[in-house]
């Protein structure tokens, strides 16, 4: 997939989110005011909360695809990285609030609400778990289509608003028959589902951030490729990096000593060229070539 085309998803997703939390807002915001539910007034500001999280995506993404200048050689895949923390960060704020909110309505037990829910308001947080759901799903879709920690991030922030309103909803319908804790109750166990969803954004994002390797699969890929190509006799050793989104490879060949310098730049040559078009995820792949010399091993026997 084209660059171009990586940013078409990309701004398509992020205008669609943006309208449709816009939207959200409203709705839940209203309703919230007609039918007396705090819950839902909350979970509209939640909501809009998620109109600045896509806006950090797009400029984060935006920033990551810039070409390579003299003070970025490797290029600025890194500063993706830089956003899904952003995002992680935001997730787990919201997160932590809804949880000590639920805790300290408990605690001082105050989680009454001072009028009876209104049906609107379940209407409203009904259509609220439908439409973030949904977000998710189409958002974490082209998240991976564009291999976007950034967009990934803020998939899981629709999600988080998902499990927000399900707590709105629960609250309201026990609030109906009059168990009013269970919206407290359900906002800490909420909040226990968006904290781990923060944290497993922070992991892969700082893993990308300090040069952590591919997955022993995928380097088993790299390596049969290699292994697959004439005149290659082995592998000495091979090392991967990610860099954002992207991989580095650098790779030891075990050549024939025998063969000119120019044999074996052009094996190297060919092989670095195929790495790069078969895996599209790898940014730049080095090679050495190291010789294999049989005359000085079968000296060295004897």
Known sequence: ???????????????????????????????????HSQALVSDAIHSASDVFSTIVVIIGFYLSRKQEDNEH??????????????????????????????????????????????????????????????MFWYTRHGAKLVKSDALMADAWHHRSDAFSSIGSLVG????????????????ILICLMILKAAFDIYRDALKKMVDHSCDVCTIN???????????????????????????????????DGSISLME?????????DKIEKEFPDVKHCM??????????????EH
Request: proline share 3%; charged share 20%.
């Open 73 to 134: 050689p490797y290029g600025h895949e890194r500063i993706e990285c830089v956003a899904a923390i952003i995002l992680a960060s935001m997730l787990a704020v919201t997160g932590f609030a809804l949880g000590l909110s639920g805790t300290k309505a408990i605690i001082n037990n105050d989680y009454r609400p001072s009028s009876m829910p209104g049906l609107i308001t379940i209407i409203a947080a009904a259509l609220s778990i439908l439409t973030k759901e949904a």
């Open 1 to 35: 997939m084209s660059e171009k085309d990586e940013k078409k998803i990309v701004y398509k997703i992020s205008i669609i989110s943006i309208v449709t939390n816009l939207i959200l807002v409203i709705i839940k915001y209203t309703a919230g005011m007609i039918g």
């Open 172 to 187: 309201v319908l026990l609030a109906r028959q009059g168990l009013y804790v269970a919206d407290s109750v359900a906002s």
């Open 287 to 300: 090679i050495h070539p190291e010789p294999i010399c049989n005359k000085c091993e079968n000296d060295r």
């Open 221 to 255: 890929k790299y390596r049969d490729a290699v292994l697959a190509e004439k005149d290659v006799l082995g592998i000495h050793s091979i090392k991967t990096r990610m860099f954002g989104s992207k991989v580095y490879i650098d790779i030891e060949l075990l050549l």
């Open 264 to 272: 074996a730049h052009e094996i190297a040559e060919r092989i670095h």
